[in-house]
């Protein structure tokens, strides 16, 4: 009577295992918008927007459990080959220099204020958190690459708000197109 158990039990384990892997399913729609801008006489900015609406449901009971949607931005300045891009982040201003190279993003973060509350069991849900802070980031673009861009590394690093205002009283600014996802707003809070 054992063995027959063991039997049963090694050909449900194989079945559970499978409809369980079998719970949740991706199905992703994506959109994609490509804009052109000419700066100056020498620069071209190339921005694309990529929107996925992303659905998980349950393949054998077509439950939807989660609607999310996600869009990524992507932007190349021309003829520098300075490319950025960042899912959720949403460019909002460049600035040419003579030498340098800065962006004004804004982009949506988890709160680590939020996470802290939850993991305190005498957290007040009335004064609750909120659990993402869409807020306003700046990168200064480092070009490291020589012999005709083929060899050396180029990327962006964070630099401070005081750094990049600084850079824009001596810099040239332009608006990067795009769908205003994240509106910038003029009181302190940002």
Known sequence: MVIFNKKIALGIVPLFCMMLAGCDR???ATAVS????QLDSEHVLMV?????NEVE???VTGHIYKVSDVFTYAIELKPEQAIWSKRGAEPKHLLL???HLYLHFMEKRR????DQRQSEPEADIASEEPKYIVGHHYSQFVDKRYLFNWFGDAYWVDISQDQYASAATQCE????????E????TDAKG
């Open 97 to 99: 220099c003579d030498e």
């Open 111 to 114: 709160n680590a204020l939020y």
């Open 182 to 185: 994240f509106i910038i707003t």
């Open 48 to 52: 694309e927007k990529m929107d996925q």
């Open 57 to 59: 449901k349950g393949v």
């Open 34 to 37: 490509n804009k052109s801008v």
């Open 173 to 180: 600014e332009y608006s990067v197109p795009n769908d205003n």
């Open 26 to 28: 991706s199905v992703t």
